[in-house]
């Protein structure tokens, strides 16, 4: 039976062509993006209430907000910040959950619930997606002319950019950063208004009024029915002026009397942009997932080219990002890592089992990878770094089962079997020790598959590659690769022409004696480095993701919270000329009032605005080397050049977005008490070495105004304070009434004081109130004192927290400072009052929570693997000492770690998961092999070392195939890559020794008595 393939050899024929084409046409379709697919599993909810306080925002619309979204149980994280005048929460789903968007649909059911709780002047909530997928092209369109920019025209020609885009076959969403928002300022003049007892309020409502955009119904004819439009919209600036006012007296006058009206941007901007030192809007662009990041770029670059003709000489055109070049060099260099794989494997293999074997047992490996291919194609999944690094992986381990099978075949052959006899013998032999071998890799590399959220979604490609790419080997082994090695011997002429040494032999088969002799002594010896492995293990620091290897950084600048965006934008600006000074830095993109866009997956993508006090710079270099070093300059030079700013440089990291490396969370509902603890923690904080800057979210206060008003003099003039605050919130911050429309644009009109008026603080507290009853000014009715506020107030999970975050110097572990941050505070004596509570956060939290879930099914997939190792092997005894041979393997990885100098993060520890599988392989196949000879499953020692030499050559080839799959990754360098490749590569090889002395010295001392095994 299974000689199938070798005896027709039309099957074989037409099974190889059908592999090839099924992993060919599938590679043509698949889609090709530098990281794995993301599900949805952020959220945002903004909530306006203009003028309000961060308390009063905190009590009026957070807590309501927060309350419908805790009824919603699939969300695991919700977070708020309430700042003035916005709440700004935060939502995680439940990593476990398997339908994100069925939870985003009920947060957006709830969110129409809680509109009813919230204060009259409150916005509705609105939801927001938060997409952390890299944004595949960014494109800029700045102002060119030495001229004042412009900023209207921008926007305009921005916005027709975007819809040029949008129509590109693929695209599916659009964000723009910089974009500032045109209005109509209606600004009045307060005396003459207040002489006229006008309010900005009351012009608004006769705008509003007056602003005649709608239908009047229709006429019925007999044979058409027509719509009657009123005629005389606002549709121009002139119009607008010339629009009659009524004021209290009743006398008769136009808008131009009384305010002066333009056209402009919003004063100030919500948030601005830069490149290169010019004035820009810029445009993110995010693609469906399913297509190739280079067809559609294809596609955009025509697109992007005709605009860029079309422009005038005032406006340039800039493409800041292009993914599909970094998907492209990053999908080549993995091709090349995988081709350079091959290589070494087959070197490896025609060394040691001749090249004859080579070839045959080489072609399990294109096969194995078109195979996979063809699955992936099938299970939707994508060609990305993650993918493609699991076939590199996976290169050493698949060739295993053709190496054992081809090995086993010429025995037999030289054995006297035929061709089609000595086929079905091996896969007799074979078929139950390689399936438990390929299950318990493959169940080792489950917790990888089944680690739950947006971690796991971004590392299990790697064990899909991987666990794909064994079952095809060990499907191929046993049928195609046993025919083309029976077809290419032919029976009787199997010869084994690899590498051998005769008077090493004899020395491997004294040593072996020596220890079969002294079993205990043998096993003991073989245990010692795995032991060390787990001395030493201790001593590893520890890392959750290592910094990316792209030639980009950014710079998060925050200044105090009064400062305005003129002063923010004047900071930065100092900051870039400083850039330009470096020789490696080629262009720097700076935003204002938000963060910039998503260069990369783990960026934080555009939420709420960030405000006047808050900038970003995205830095591009010339290159990728020595980007840490040069991160660590910036930092030094921008604190001695920027005292009045906390700029903070950091490097672009791989894994899930973390806001900080370090971080400590205080819990309680005193406010006061939470600052002081805060403050506190902070300094000790930043007296820890490593550490560059600190932040804590209540500690900085914005100095305000606090009205109080006699109510009294309110009630006698007809006036409530409710009514008195709306008064000056629409003269100061405006009112918008009605649009004008501007082609295909309607832009709202705002009417509000001048620049000049709503910044004197003499001329507000004239401010006449228009009362009922009287029209008192202001200061007769009201005092203010100076107080500060608190500009923000953070919850998490419905509870008051102050996160004080640490941000380390490029290159230093957060590992290494957390734990001597834990030291100082120990030492200082900080203590936490009754009522409070301390909790970590930061990467330590990220890690250990990811530990947690990659564990999490470890238990059951342990039982599994041991099943599997009981029915294959038909003893206890014997999955028991595979089991030491797994464990073992963990501490000889962890001494490659020590040797090497990589600290313990989550690839190596991922890694760590994977190599228990892999290396008892060799150990199962020796055990089988004892097992299956009749004396030295008696406990035999000369026939157990027979067995053990004979199964050396096949264990020493896939040792060294598999070491030899990793070399591409580990000579590739970086810190993402190579320390799961030295975990795996180095527990391999010592997982060899345990094979070759611990697995057949522990059987002869389980098996016989021990005076008998020693005699």
């Known amino acids: 039976m299974w000689s199938l393939f070798y005896r027709n050899l039309r099957l074989l024929f037409l099974t190889i062509c059908l592999i090839v084409v099924w992993g060919v046409s599938s590679y043509q379709t698949l889609p090709q993006l530098e990281d794995p697919k993301f599900s949805q599993w952020y959220g945002g909810v903004l909530t306006s209430f203009p003028g309000a306080s961060a308390s009063r925002v905190e009590t009026l619309v957070t807590e309501k907000v927060e309350e419908v979204l805790e009824e919603i149980q699939n969300l695991r994280k ?87 885009l949008q129509s590109i076959n693929g695209t599916d969403r659009i964000t723009f950063f910089g974009q500032p928002t045109e209005e109509v300022i209606v600004e009045v003049d307060a005396d003459r208004a207040s002489v006229l007892e006008l309010t900005p309020q009351a012009i608004s409502q006769q705008i509003r009024g007056r602003d005649a955009k709608v239908a009047a119904g229709q006429v019925y004819g007999q044979r058409n029915n027509l719509v009657l439009d009123l005629a005389n919209p606002l549709d121009s600036i002139d119009r607008l002026r010339q629009l009659p006012l009524r004021s209290n007296d009743n006398r008769s006058l136009y808008l131009n009397d009384v305010a002066a009206v333009r056209q402009s941007i919003r004063e100030p901007p919500l948030e601005l942009a830069r490149v290169n030192g010019k004035p820009a809007i810029v445009l993110g662009v995010q693609i469906d997932t399913s297509l190739r990041v280079d067809r559609w770029a294809k596609e955009a670059y025509p697109v992007l080219d005709r605009f860029r003709d079309e422009q005038p000489p005032e406006l340039g055109l800039d493409l800041l990002l292009d993914l599909s070049q970094y998907v492209e060099s990053r999908l080549q260099n993995l091709f090349y890592n995988l081709l350079l794989g091959v290589f070494f494997v087959c070197l490896c293999t025609g060394v040691m089992m001749g090249w004859q074997s080579a070839l045959v047992i080489g072609s399990a490996l294109p096969l194995s990878i078109l195979m996979v291919l063809g699955w992936m194609g099938i299970l939707d999944m994508s060609l990305n770094q993650i993918s493609i690094s699991g076939l590199v992986i996976a290169l050493g381990l698949l060739i295993d089962n053709a190496i054992v099978v081809v090995d086993e075949l010429t025995h037999f052959l030289k054995a006297g079997y035929d061709s089609a006899a000595a086929i079905d013998k091996t896969v007799k032999t074979l078929a139950a020790p390689l399936l438990a071998s390929t299950l318990t890799t493959v169940i080792a590399f489950c917790p990888i598959l089944l680690l739950p959220g947006d971690k796991g979604e971004f590392v299990r490609p790697l064990a899909q590659g991987v666990i794909l790419a064994l079952l095809s080997s060990l499907a191929l082994s046993l049928t195609v690769v046993l025919a083309l090695a029976g077809r290419f011997y032919g029976s009787g002429h199997a010869t084994v022409t690899g590498i051998s040494w005769a008077p090493l032999t004899r020395v491997y088969r004294s040593i072996l004696d020596f220890c079969l002799a002294r079993p205990l002594l043998g096993a003991a010896l073989a245990l010692a480095l795995p032991i060390l492995g787990f001395r030493v293990a201790s001593q590893l620091p520890e890392q959750f993701f290592p910094a990316a290897d792209r030639n980009q950084f950014f710079i998060e600048y925050e200044l105090p919270p009064s400062t305005s965006m003129a002063e923010t934008q004047s900071v930065v600006f100092q900051a870039e000329s400083l850039l330009e000074q470096y020789p490696q830095v080629t262009e720097v993109y700076s935003f204002f009032g938000v963060r910039s866009p998503a260069f990369y997956q783990n960026m934080r993508p555009k939420f709420e605005n960030k405000g006047s006090h808050y900038a970003s710079s995205f830095v591009v270099l010339d290159s990728a080397r020595e980007v840490t070093q040069l991160v660590e300059t910036v930092q030094r030079d921008l604190d001695r050049t920027l005292p009045s700013a906390r700029a903070i440089v950091r490097q672009l990291m791989v894994g899930p977005y973390i806001s900080a490396p370090i971080e400590v969370r205080i819990y309680g509902d005193n406010l006061e008490q939470l600052q002081q603890l805060g403050n506190q923690l902070r300094a000790i904080l930043a007296s820890v070495p490593g550490i560059v800057h600190t932040q804590a979210a209540l500690g900085d206060t914005l100095p305000g105004l606090a009205l109080q008003w006699d109510e009294e003099a309110l009630r006698r003039a007809g006036l409530s304070s409710i009514e008195m605050a709306e008064q000056l919130q629409t003269s100061l911050d405006g009112v918008v009434g009605g649009s004008i429309l501007a082609g295909s644009d309607e832009i709202p009109v705002r009417v509000r004081w001048s620049n000049v008026d709503r910044a004197d603080v003499d001329r507000i507290a004239a401010l006449n ?120 393997s963990v501490g000889l990885g962890m001494l490659s770690l020590w040797v090497f100098g990589y600290p313990f993060g989550f690839m190596a520890l991922l890694g760590t998961v994977g190599l228990v599988g892999v290396a008892i392989n060799d150990s199962i196949v020796v055990l089988a092999g004892i097992q299956g000879d009749p004396k030295a499953a008696m406990g035999d020692r000369r026939a157990i070392r027979q067995v053990v030499v004979r199964s050396t050559r096949h264990v020493l080839t896939t040792t060294f195939t598999t070491m030899a799959s990793f070399i591409p990754l580990i000579l590739g360098g970086g810190g993402f890559w190579p320390p799961m490749a030295i975990c795996i590569a180095g527990g391999v090889g010592g997982a060899t020794l345990l094979a070759l002395f611990f697995v057949p010295c522990a059987y002869l001392f389980v098996k016989q008595p021990r005076s008998k095994a020693i005699g």
Do not use: H
């Open 78 to 164: 919700i977070e708020s910040t309430s700042l003035t005048g916005l709440s700004s929460v935060f939502l995680e789903v439940e990593p476990t959950v398997d339908d994100v968007d069925e939870v985003w649909s009920n947060v957006r059911d709830r969110l129409s619930d809680a509109i009813p709780l919230l204060p009259e002047g409150a916005g509705e909530p609105e939801y927001l997606p938060l997409d952390f997928r890299a944004l595949v092209a960014v494109v800029a369109l700045t102002w060119e002319s030495e001229t004042p920019p412009n900023l209207a025209i921008l926007r305009r020609q921005s916005e027709e950019l975007s819809d040029r």
């Open 769 to 888: 109130l228009q009362g009922a009853n009287a029209s008192p000014p202001l200061s007769t009715v009201s005092s203010w004192t100076l107080t500060p506020k608190l500009t923000a107030i953070a919850r998490r999970d419905g509870v008051r927290v102050n996160t004080v975050q640490g941000f380390v110097q490029a290159g230093v572990l957060p590992s290494i400072v957390l734990e001597k941050f834990r030291q100082q505070l120990d030492e200082s004596g900080f203590s936490i009052p009754s009522g409070f509570r301390l909790e970590l956060g930061g990467e330590s939290a990220e890690r250990n929570q990811a530990v947690d879930e990659l564990m999490s099914a470890v238990g059951v997939l342990l039982v599994m693997m041991v099943a599997t190792l009981v029915l294959s092997l038909n003893s206890f005894r014997s999955a028991g000492l595979i089991a030491i041979v797994g464990v073992c």
